[in-house]
């Protein structure tokens, strides 16, 4: 594949990149560590893998991590999986989260809005307070250092609270949000065996009212764990039998006393999307999540006190952890409970607006369901604050790129970034100082030694490899949850290529150190040896208006051919006619490769997804090879598990 965008789509100017956080950051880790002070970031990226104990040195020192007792050496163990990292240091992250009360007691931390889009400020303050407080009762709830805390909540304040209090005490936090079923709950909560479970009566989203007291009901009875549920009324309910009020064990004006932990000491609890067999549980550690979100915030996004962090996310997705950890850099968090697109599809720009981001973070696929609802975000909204736009979730088409080139501002900052749960963080993506190609990833993170590989663990560059990652980073799981061996974890990264992560995505590097995602490399089209990922296909068809969304898999024969069919989700009123099939070959043949031209174009109810909104391309491509559904997918990670059953009966029909 040819580099492709030599022209950028945007540059900053001279002064952006003058006053960036990793431009300052470069020109004293040349003073004080040896960093290369000419060559830019390409220059600061190489320095940061080559001298990698050097660099995450650096990084707790600018940052002022505070240790409480000192670390012995940065790395003690670089080998994957297994690196030991600060080995001695004993911290605490919800500290380093609480700092700004000191200095801006009176300042939000957070400003929260429900689908009435009007903005309501958390003071640093009263954050610190509620914390202090919540921590006192856990404590007196008998948490120790290890027990875990589970929330069943939306994203409102007091969700972050409680994340912070569990932290505090030296809990592990785990949480779900309450449009998650009550199985899909249960089969992340039950691994970890929480000792308390925060909860809503229900939420709003999209106008409504969901009551959840039965399924609460239903977590309690699976629970037998819990020493004790704490009821949060969002819906102004009175508390179940034998539940605390939220608003009594947060009522005391008490400083928080911060549990000094191991620098691996588990933190939280995420889950893969578990689409086969139960999700996995991925435990990340106090110390490295802090310094890994310092990093990635501070300097790759830029963001710091003067600055507002909205991401449209929920606590079941790993983007809510990474959201919260913006108070680490002492920026304003914003959250948003409800539905992205109520009352309108605009409704994530009205929220940029009435809270004045300057880091607005969002998925592809709202990007271009704007870009499809013919949105006009600068025409409709004042979004003179709004300095960089994110996207993740999967890769921003072209397209995408472009429409928030034209219709927010031309000299906007497009941060395509791209990471995982596994690691809750990016791999690769904002960097405020280099320039934006459409379609592309502006570089790897810092720290990160990224690559292409081809199939013999051969770098490679302007062609499709596996991404991978040569070298430890800090927030890499301490372990899987359950996993007492650690063979579940060594098989999900490093059964590939021995010693080194292997993510699961097909990837270009370019020749300028840019980065193209082609998608999930185990969902990946290979047809006649031309491997293409399943969303550059999805990027072309679903430009034409009449396609809703799509879900492409390719299958190996047994008599060694390939069948690759087309699903397709229509637009209301759109016909499958020959008209509409031969615009969808001809557009994939012209744009893409006349090998990947479709066997089939199948029209489908709808495509399913993981409950975190991906598209379900493995188990789907397993139930068209014949596997029976209770072993191709697990059922309680399904947004809507009819759907599946659709291409259960496809399958029983071809055999």
Known sequence: MPTVNPEPLWRPDPQRIAQAQITKF?????????????????????????ELETFWKAVTEWFDVRFSTPYARVLGDRAMPGAQWFPGATLNYAEHALRAATTRPAEPALVYVDETHEPSPVTWSELRRQVGSLAVELRALGVRPGDRVSGYLPNVPQAVVA?????AVGGVWTSCAPDFGARSVLDRFQQVEPVVLFTVDGYRYGGKEHDRRDVVAELRAGLPTLRAVVHIPLLGTEPPQGALDWSALTAADE???FEQVPFDHPLWVLYSSGTTGLPKAIVHSQGGILVEHLKQLGLQCDLGPEDRFFWYTS????MWNFLVSGLLTGTTIVLYDGSPGYPDTGAQWRIAE??????YGTSAAYVMACRKAEVHPAREFDLSRVQCVA?????LPPDGFRWLHDEVRDDLWIASVSGGTDVCSCFAGAVPTLPVHTGELQAPGLGTDLQSWDPHGHPVVDEVGELVVTNPMPSMPVRFWNDPDGSRYHDSYFDTYPGVWRHGDWITVTSRGSLVIHGRSDSTLNRQGVRMGSADIYEVVERLPEIKESLVIGIEQPDGGYW???????????????????RIKQSIREQLSPRHVPDEVIEVPGVPHTLTGKRIEVPVKRLLQGTPLEKAVNPGSVDDLELLHFYED?????V
């Open 315 to 318: 606590t079941g997705w790993m």
């Open 354 to 359: 009435r809270t004045g981001a300057t880091l």
């Open 650 to 654: 496809l399958a029983r029909k071809r």
């Open 26 to 50: 470069q020109r004293w880790a040349a003073e004080q560590h040896g960093a290369p002070s000419e060559g830019g970031y390409p220059a600061l990226h190489r320095w940061s893998v080559d």
């Open 391 to 395: 996207t993740t979730g999967s890769p």
């Open 564 to 582: 690759m069919p087309l699903f397709v989700h229509l637009a209301p009123g759109a016909v499958l006619d020959e008209a509409l099939l031969d």
């Open 255 to 257: 400083e928080p006393v």
């Open 163 to 167: 994340l912070l209090a569990t932290a």
